[in-house]
């Protein structure tokens, strides 16, 4: 699967056949025979960058890793605090544009590392919502390949992997979106290029995260509480 993580966040899985979910896009991917279902979720790294200034009286001066690191190691209360991203309404899998974001379960002893620690939560929850719904087709991805400054983020992707069950690589090249469409340009041009192998030599690995067996059970039942409260 392929995640980008950028102010929003987008995951997509390519698949062999042509499939479609009511509730996901899904589109015919330039390489032949390969068919993308996935979506968007507005509150990528603009999550953490609002609960950041938020906390710092409005400061820009904020070092987001730092602080995401600090709430990963403050472990007492994860899960207990559900975010709900909804920052600026919610595209896949709800596509509500009116919706609205919200926290459940804080009280006099939250902190604000309970503060970041939930948004990191409730952000990854959005990515393991849109996923639930891509296995409904076809089992969905194994691994996820991340890109984009928020990726480089290793609390965050940790999250990620926690809430997904996947494990995941995120890319240290800062070739993005563009060399992604010149690597595809080059085997338009040539029949002979590989696309796979060539996205591999130009790849470089920044981090990667593997799901925490301890995290799962507790998460999972955070994770229904999450979309219970949507639905509420």
């Known amino acids: 699967g392929i995640l ?6 987008t995951i997509y899985t390519p698949f062999q056949t042509a499939v479609t979910h009511p509730r996901l896009l899904s589109f015919p991917h330039v390489l032949r025979q390969q068919t993308l279902v996935g979506g968007s979720t507005v509150c990528g790294g603009s999550g953490l960058e609002w609960v950041a200034r938020l906390l710092s009286g409005n400061s820009n001066d904020v070092d987001v890793e730092a602080l995401c690191q600090s709430a990963s190691e403050n472990t007492s209360r994860r899960g207990k605090i559900i975010f709900l991203p909804y920052l600026s309404g919610e595209l896949q899998p709800s596509n509500d544009g009116g919706a ?7 009280d006099f002893s939250t902190s604000s590392l309970d503060m970041v620690s939930a948004v990191m939560q409730g952000t990854a929850f959005a990515f393991a919502h ?3 719904m891509t296995r409904q087709l076809a089992g969905g991805p ?8 928020p990726a480089r983020n290793q609390a965050f992707l940790q999250v990620i992997s926690d809430s997904t069950g996947l494990p995941i690589r995120a ?10 469409a010149a690597i ?3 085997t338009g041009l040539d029949p002979q290029c590989n696309a796979a192998a060539m996205a591999q030599r130009h790849s470089t690995t920044a981090c990667e995260c593997s799901p925490r067996d301890e995290w799962r059970e507790e998460l999972g039942a955070s994770f229904l509480i999450y979309k219970e409260l949507y639905s509420r």
């Open 184 to 186: 595809l340009a080059a």
């Open 171 to 180: 890319l240290a090249s800062s070739g993005g979106a563009a060399l992604g």
């Open 4 to 9: 980008s993580l950028g102010t929003a966040g």
């Open 142 to 149: 194994t691994a996820l390949v991340a890109t984009g400054r």
């Open 100 to 106: 609205r974001g919200g926290c459940c379960g804080i």
């Open 130 to 132: 849109n996923l639930e």
